[in-house]
């Protein structure tokens, strides 16, 4: 067997195979699953279909071409979802809209309207800022541009299990909805996914995020993260005339201080946790007191119980800084203390035996991968943290570079992440027989 691709970054992939699930592929529940798919794989319209991927993988790169090429800023993904909506009618589907949010929602009706609904989604953004250099340059089996594997390929993915859907002239028991999501990436912080499972929201029993690519990885757990930028303000002023003013980057400098400190001994054991100060700012001049500095700050972990509990210690790190900077001031008003929450991911996990993971991973052991469930931070994390069966999966392929300029993805055995897919679409939507 050839060595699995390597995965993309963006999908921030932090667990591997567990020896539960290795487990549970001898079990009695994990041959029933296998068997359903084995079913699944010998009717006749499935074959098809599956063939039809293969066969019209042309067409699905010059979507992933098209669709690369049209910008998708942080926040501003409305031309992508326009021109991925109308790919959606142009290949056929019984209702294609837009919501509030800016998600692009596609209805595939399936026969029993009560039976469930399946989302199959992939994010419309990409992390590059507005007037970064999308065309794709093609060079052999690559496509080199900024967000062409995350998560382009998942939009190419989505049209792809659609067309041979509708190829095979296939109907499900369950409805099934294709979506492009908004805000999946940074400080978006899974805005178009919260918004599709806020109270109120459209009925989804299951959800699949088709994020970068891959055929083997199932994303089955979410890394929650809080993210804040922290500013200290003060009235400001020359660095000798107005010295014994409070120092905003003093304080700034405390906080760190002590919270480093204490994230250290929080993260020496434990679920694993993490912590990062990434960006810092502020000030005028070297020779003047500033009159503000910030900060930037993510932290993470697979437990919720953890994170609120690191969380704490920022907090706390922070009205400490505050207090002994204003204490040691001179002269002057009090600094005061700014903390914004821009980032909110929950975490959590879904039971390895779930039916709905354990169709994924029957899927792809039929198909002749080595499934791995992993922990990453992606649109799952929603419905995971809610207790909706949930995965992400890649779309096939190898994606290198993502989040940097030099991303490309090679379309070395493409088809077979799509296949992957479209099996377990088929597999939790249910395959309508022949009318009675």
Known sequence: MSPSPPLPSGLRVLLVLTAATAALANTGRAQEYAREVESLLAQTPVRAAIDHIAETDDQTMRDLLELTQIPAPPFMEQVRGERFAEMLQEIGIDTVFTDQEGNVIGIRRGRDSDAGVLALSGHLDTVFPEGTDVQVRIAGDTLFAPGVADDTRGL????????????????????????????????????????????????????????????????????????????????????????????????????????????????????????????????????????????????????????????????????????????????GEELTLDVEMIGNRPSGASDEEEPFIQRAIAATEALGHDPSLRRSSTDSNVPISLGIPAITIGGGGIGIGAHALHEHYINEDGPAGIQRVLLIVLAQAGLAGPMS
């Open 156 to 331: 190419a993915t989505i049209l792809a299990v659609l067309r041979a859907m509708n190829a095979a002239d296939m109907e499900t028991e369950q409805d099934v909805l294709f979506i492009g999501t908004v805000g999946e990436e940074g400080l978006g912080d899974l805005r178009g996914v919260k918004h599709l499972f806020r109270d109120g929201g459209p009925r989804i029993d299951a959800f699949i995020s088709v994020d970068g690519t891959g055929s083997d990885g199932i994303t089955s757990m979410g890394l929650g993260s809080h993210r804040y930028r922290v500013t200290y303000r003060g009235p400001g002023g020359h660095s000798w005339g107005a010295f014994g003013l409070g120092n905003p980057a003093h304080a700034m400098g405390r906080a760190i201080h002590y919270f480093d400190e204490a994230g250290d001994e929080h993260t020496a054991d434990g679920p694993r946790t993490s912590y990062n100060v990434g960006r810092i700012g502020g000030g005028t001049s070297v020779n003047s007191v500033p009159f503000e500095a910030w900060m930037e700050i993510d932290m993470r972990s697979e437990s919720p119980e953890s994170l609120n509990e690191i969380d704490a210690k920022l907090q706390e790190a922070l009205r400490k800084a505050l207090d002994e900077a204003n204490a040691v001031r001179r002269r």
